[in-house]
């Protein structure tokens, strides 16, 4: 099993900036992938950014250029660094990883004032 733990959500102004990070643990040698969804109030939850073990990164087209994924191999962690906010990207962001199979962490608040 993998534990995901998100952290540095919060409260921003338009314009600004929030940096994400998500930790795992357990058997987080098997990772292949990890990666940020998001889900805003009374809206499905919708993929945001993924980085695979090569460092191959992918993202929603409403976040390129203003989001960036990175990972830190050796601590297990990816992070998620958000610049140029809207209240559009307000919204629970959650970690997932995939091994063999798809893990979530519980999600971290992302609210953007305007």
């Known amino acids: 099993q993998v534990q995901l733990v998100e952290s540095g959500g919060g409260l921003v102004q338009t314009g600004g900036s929030l940096r994400l990070s998500c930790a795992a643990s357990g058997n987080a040698f098997s990772i292949k992938t990890m990666g940020w969804y998001r889900q805003a109030p009374e809206k499905q939850r919708e993929f945001v950014a993924i980085?695979?073990?090569?460092?191959?990164?992918t993202y929603r087209d409403s976040v390129k250029g203003r989001f960036t994924v990175s990972r830190d191999y050796a601590k297990n962690t990816v992070y998620l660094q958000m610049g140029r906010l809207s209240p559009e990207d307000t919204a629970v962001y959650y970690c997932y990883a995939v091994t063999n199979m798809g893990h979530w962490g519980k999600g971290t608040l992302v609210t953007v004032s305007s």
């Open positions: 980085i695979t073990n090569a460092g191959a990164a």
